[in-house]
């Protein structure tokens, strides 16, 4: 373990610049000036009345009470428990509608699945941000990229923490989880939030994790540990070890040397990789994700970190790319290490985030696809592009960190708005199984569920946004064969806003 007066200083130096981290909290410190009425949220109206598909960006205002929903088709036997999914969904106050989708209050969803039924509930997050931004009928503070004229200070991350990202099973609690502060502990069958997570509470660490970064994208390794990061806008990163039901086991601090956006991580048995893009905060424009610029002649490095020391062993060099998500990583005998990613040629889809905000779905989008990288153990690599676009990747828990076969992702086939389809690659053979929605369809990201450690077992599930009813589905396959359609499908009546990330707790 680190030695924990060195860790504590280099702790220090992590809060002292953690204003300056993802939200451009320097610049949020500050009492913006004023600026001229932002006319994003009537563009958006506009848009969306010729824009069906916009439906999924529009603004919700209360929580879903428990609902029933329909079933077509048949539930399995073998399949109860809840599906958690999160996502933004308050994106106006007042006149003003955020700038970029990642700046919305985040709003839990759960479907429970129980005696061949399902219901489902949702409820806002309330963070301290959400209730005085309710209680005033207006946002009251700047975003990462949205300017409130008058906004108040923010002297810490959680202040502004919209908790709206990832959802995770952490003992018998829901942590919702943001990019740049504490998670957000959660109710899992009220989906009633509690409080801020300190996640060096009952350890050694005490106090000096209290409000630190945490990523949206833990790794739970087939033991239960959990691992992550947090990265700081001064190039440091704070790396996490903890039990599975959320006590610290361990917690450093490395120089990774890197100021741009990192949104996900990946782990083997015996390494944290830390995959930092060819992106920096360089670019034009006043907010945080405006300034994100993708850099041509950047090269895409991977830091190799011991788990149990926590301490940066060796690092690669990749070509420029850019990735928001990975799916798994594993490490041969001798130390080559195997990972993939689903890889962007630029920082385009971050940028239409902001454009879709405003109703405009026709800018070009790079796509991501699927790329297997190789790295050697005593240098150098090899990396293979695979066809098709591809995101959201997901492989069986057991296997995180482990050797998988068979990788699960959602792509673009039609729809240039969002996903339309989902896909199984086999990572050995090339063979792909594939499953088209048709272009009613909006696809969010499908997990994996089973209750055996064997890959392929089980079910693939996912919502999707169909368009000409405007009511949201959930999607059941069978994970060893998903071209022949969705085994069940059952229908909210009414729709609810496009999410991120979620999982499916069994009973």
């Known amino acids: 373990m680190m030695n924990r007066r060195h860790f504590i200083k280099n702790l220090s130096m992590v809060a002292g610049s953690s204003l300056a981290m993802a ?63 999160i996502g933004p969904a308050g994106h106006e106050r007042g006149d003003l509608r955020y700038q970029h989708l990642f700046e919305g209050d985040g709003m839990l969803h759960s479907f429970h699945f129980s005696g061949g039924k399902i219901f489902h509930q949702g409820k806002f997050i309330n963070t301290p941000k959400f209730a005085k931004e309710k209680q005033a009928g207006k946002f009251i503070y700047s975003g990462p990229d949205t300017k409130i004229s008058g906004a108040r200070a923010v002297h810490h991350a959680d202040e502004i923490n919209s908790s709206n990202t990832n959802v995770i099973s952490v003992g018998d609690k829901l ?9 957000m502990q959660v109710n899992p069958q009220t989906l009633d939030s509690s409080h801020w997570v300190n996640l060096g509470q009952n350890s050694p ?69 830390l995959i930092l893009p060819s992106l920096s905060p360089n670019g034009a ?58 890889l962007y040629p630029d920082d385009s889809s971050l940028h239409n985030l902001s454009a879709v905000m405003k109703g405009q779905v026709n800018k070009h989008t790079s796509r991501s696809q699927t790329v297997l990288y190789t790295l050697k153990a005593k240098g150098g690599f090899t990396q293979q592009y695979i066809d098709g676009d591809s995101e959201f990747p997901k492989v069986y828990d057991h296997l995180v960190g482990h050797r998988n076969r068979l990788l699960y992702t959602t792509g673009h086939k039609h729809n240039p708005l969002w996903a339309d389809s989902i896909r199984k690659l086999n990572t050995d053979t090339g063979a792909v199984d594939e499953y088209y929605y048709g272009e009613d369809y909006l696809v969010e990201e499908h997990v994996i569920t089973t209750n055996k450690a064997d890959e392929g077992s089980g079910y693939l599930l996912g919502t999707a946004l169909h368009l000409p009813s405007k009511r949201t589905c959930i999607n059941l396959f069978q994970a060893d064969n998903l071209s022949q359609g969705p085994i069940m499908r059952a229908w909210l009546p009414y729709h609810i806003p496009l999410g991120f990330h979620g999982n499916f707790q069994r009973s």
């Open 175 to 183: 942590w919702t989880l943001w990019e740049a502060g504490s998670p």
């Open 205 to 273: 660490f005490e106090q000096s994790l209290k409000g630190m970064p945490f990523s949206a994208h833990p790794k739970v390794d087939p033991g239960g540990d959990i691992f992550n990061f947090g990265l700081n806008g001064n190039g440091q990163a704070v790396l996490y070890h903890l039990s599975a039901n959320g006590r610290m086991k361990n917690a450093a601090v490395v120089n990774a040397g890197y100021r741009g956006m990192l949104h996900d991580f990946l782990i083997t048995h015996k390494h944290i990789l």
């Open 23 to 85: 939200p451009n909290m320097q610049a949020l410190a500050k009492i913006v000036e004023p600026t001229p009425p932002l006319s994003s949220k009537a563009q958006f109206a506009r848009s969306l009345k010729k824009n069906p598909g916009l439906i999924g960006f529009a603004n919700i205002t209360e929580n879903f009470a428990l609902t029933g929903l329909t079933i077509e088709g048949r539930m399995p036997d073998d399949l109860s428990g809840t599906f958690y999914r």
């Open 285 to 342: 424009g006043k907010g945080f994700f405006q300034r994100t610029r993708f850099e041509k002649e950047q090269p895409m490095r991977v830091l190799v970190i011991d788990k149990a020391e926590l301490t940066i062993k060796k690092g690669y060099q990749l070509p420029p790319g850019f990735a928001f998500h990975f799916g798994n990583a594993w490490e041969e005998r001798d130390g080559t290490i195997h990972f993939d990613a689903s």
